[in-house]
């Protein structure tokens, strides 16, 4: 009998024009690989991934604005930096890695998205903060741009009105996920009770009866 061939599934995302000549880098279906109960969840942190891409974008010109209102030029070079860096970064760092742990049930990607996710929240966090030379337009920096420019304070309190939403959907997320994560797969630490050795047979007396913490990774 001939076996049946499996459709390889192309990949479509990023979308690219036709006559680019490069092609889309990964697989992305909600509705095909991820389980009915998590898309609407999944597709959440894709939108809040399009929106701090957004919000990088409005920093750029509220930088260029602070740049023409008598700011430095560094703030504005790294606003280009973080747009360019963080964009597809945020795309691959940690909602890839979320979208895999919704469709294979997986610890280690689940524990990937938390660890790079957190990092990205106090990044965003820092970014609404605005501390001077960060490349961020944050309540700080727009606010204290008052008494130089009132049109590009303005502008600037566009990012950091975005980047406060970032964080505070960021923290949403979290709390959303979180309990997903130990009942879907157990990566938290646990205690596991293992036959050790008894006291005779046994010839490290520090494993004699010992209940050891491991991680259970499944």
């Known amino acids: 009998p001939l076996c049946p061939v499996l459709a390889e599934k192309e990949n479509n995302f990023p979308p690219l024009p036709s006559f680019i000549p490069l092609k889309p880098c990964f697989y992305q279906n909600f509705s095909d690989e991820i389980p009915i109960e998590h898309q609407v969840l999944v597709k959440r942190i894709y939108r809040l991934w399009l929106f701090y891409c957004a919000t990088l974008g409005v920093n750029l010109v509220a930088c260029l604005a602070w740049w023409i209102g008598g700011g430095s030029g560094a703030n504005f070079g790294l606003a280009l ?5 963080f964009s597809p970064c945020g795309y691959v760092c940690w909602f890839r890695p979320a979208y895999k ?11 990937t998205f938390f660890f790079i996710f957190g990092a990205q929240f106090v990044l965003t966090i820092i970014q609404a903060i605005g501390f001077s030379g960060w490349g961020a337009c944050g309540w700080l920096a727009a606010i204290g741009f008052f008494k130089e420019s009132v049109g590009a304070a303005v502008v600037m309190l566009l990012p950091a009105i975005m980047f406060t939403m970032s964080a505070a959907m960021m923290a949403i997320v979290i709390m959303k996920v979180s309990p997903l994560g130990p009942k879907t ?5 646990c205690i596991l009770s293992l036959d050790l050795p008894g006291p005779g047979d046994s010839p490290y007396p520090r494993f004699r009866n010992k209940r050891l913490s491991v991680w259970e990774v499944t």
């Open 101 to 111: 742990a919704f469709r294979a049930d997986s610890s280690f990607n689940f524990m």
């Open 185 to 189: 797969s157990s990566f938290f630490p």
């Open 81 to 85: 930096v973080w747009l360019l860096l």
